[in-house]
DNA sequence: GGAATCATTTGTCATTTGGCAAAAAGCAAT
DNA sequence: ATTGCTTTTTGCCAAATGACAAATGATTCC
């Protein structure tokens, strides 16, 4: 719970008696290697943030590929807020890929919160409006590097991922095969 | 005017006073081609929304090469909100690609009509939410899809930018060379 | 321990793309 | 029309990557 609030305070201030009240909100939820937090074709119900381990969001794309859009690791948000904001169907699946520990809000609580407490939905924006910046920008030189490059920058981004997950997934993640990172993994070394 | 109005009330509902005292704060700019509307290295001043014309925001990666990010056309807002925002230096070029004609704001007039105008600010975070989401959006199928279903996908999301621009631009948006655009237009017609 | 299963690496060959330079096409000014 | 300039296309070869199959390595389950 400390993660959380310090992840919360440093987009805003908010006394003692919020951090209490968002924290009475919260409950844990564990997920197994596997399970999904949110499926395609459903509307996300529920707003997490990672205290171990690692979720990815992934689709599928034109040729039946499953891709893998990004990682989301320990003590970031988790949600697919398209869907979650707007009770539209999700087109993406969020999976955990490690067994996970996850702090949940439902739906209810979450817009009770962002009604109840001034100042939490600024905080909320700002924070989502960083992570979609932070989506940009790690997306971006995917496309205009080549595959070695890409994957250096896979390891400073994620440095505590590599060694936790299937290389397949990081692989569809960089738009390569997972021959193609397997022959990069080996020129590095 | 009336397109920028048109454009803002997609996102939420506001009187016709307010409307009259967004528009005052209104200015046009014409931009020359090849003339930019922000630049690396500066803090942008401005949030512009598009009438006429087309701009792109660009950078140069580690290789020296310049990327073009992504391209803004007509009724679309153009900003680097980060650099705007947090009075910070940005890292991206904002360049008129054609002869362009922006309604623009001034930062003060921009952070006075947020202050001033109730529920402008709930708007504008819409606004610029739904832009990152596209954002993310279109830059992701870049990485999962081949050359030429990337070029189609150019082709879709911005359905009247193709003959208007050079080639070297949708070849560094794409993340391939021009050549390689050339051969691709080449096999497709 | 051994079998079954899954993940990763490697080999081979085909295809795509890049790098470079030259040719062709488009465009503006005269 | 001619010239000069920029953009786009093409040709050639090398390098990177993909597709597919087989081999190796890891892990799980009995």
Known sequence: MKEFIDYILQFGTLNQHQLDLIA????????KKDEYFSEAGKIAQQVGFVLD????VCYYNNRGEE????????????VDMESFDNDICSNAYVQAITDCKLLVFSKKD???????IIGWDAI?????SKALRQKVERRSPLVSEDATTRYLMFLKIYPNVINRIPLSYVASYLGITQSSLSRIRKNIS
Do not use: C, M, Q
């Open 110 to 116: 979450w817009r009770e919160l962002l009604e109840t």
């Open 53 to 56: 381990g690692i979720t990815r």
């Open 67 to 78: 891709i893998t859009k990004y990682f989301i690791d320990e003590n970031n948000l988790v």
């Open 24 to 31: 009475s909100k919260t409950t844990v939820l564990e997920l």
């Open 124 to 128: 909320v924006h700002r924070i989502i």
